[in-house]
């Protein structure tokens, strides 16, 4: 309970000092004392609920700042540090550490990896519309040129259309 509260009090230190934007950590963080608070009524180490710790990663991968998957990450090491450092042995045996250590592990590698992805695939599209809007605004230039060139070559007046040689069929 007092990694919940260590958690927390994190939390709202840094909503205090505006570090953190509260609408995209915020659903994260209280997520995060969910899944502390699931893992510890469900038999602590042996809980299955510790992979649910990676959904505020990839939220906050998809949607986040860099500095906000950050501070998911703390809070992902603290799921699995703060019950090890403050419950400790026999609810979270030592075994534990080599467990938490590999959460702490993959998660930036998948979080970050992710952020990246999205990065790149979000230019894309902004390339893309890029593109599709100068594709746009050429097309349009090339029918006035065409239009205009047109009108500068059109005959003055039906009576001229005779001077035209008609086409003869073989």
């Given at each position: ?15 205090h000092r505006g ?129 205009r060139r047109a ?20």
């Amino acid at each position: 309970m007092r990694a919940i509260s260590t958690q927390a009090d994190e939390l709202c230190a840094s909503y205090h000092r505006g570090t953190i934007d509260r609408r995209r950590i915020g659903i994260p963080g209280a997520y995060f004392l969910v899944i502390a608070l699931l893992r510890e009524a469900d038999g602590g180490s042996t809980s299955a609920y510790a992979v649910l710790s990676m959904l505020p990663v990839f939220w906050l991968a998809l949607y986040g700042t860099r500095r906000q998957l950050a501070v998911s990450i703390v809070g992902v090491a603290s799921v699995f540090l703060m019950p090890l450092l403050i419950v400790g042995a026999p609810e979270y045996p030592t075994s534990e550490w080599t467990r938490a250590l590999l959460w702490i592990c993959v998660a930036p590698i998948v979080g970050f990896t992710v952020q990246s992805l999205v990065r790149q695939l979000r230019d894309r599209a902004d390339e893309a519309a890029r593109r599709a809007e100068e594709l746009q605004i050429s097309q349009e230039e090339t029918r006035k040129l065409v239009v205009r060139r047109a009108r500068s070559q059109a005959p003055a007046s039906p009576s001229s259309w005779s001077a035209i040689p008609a086409a003869t069929s073989s």
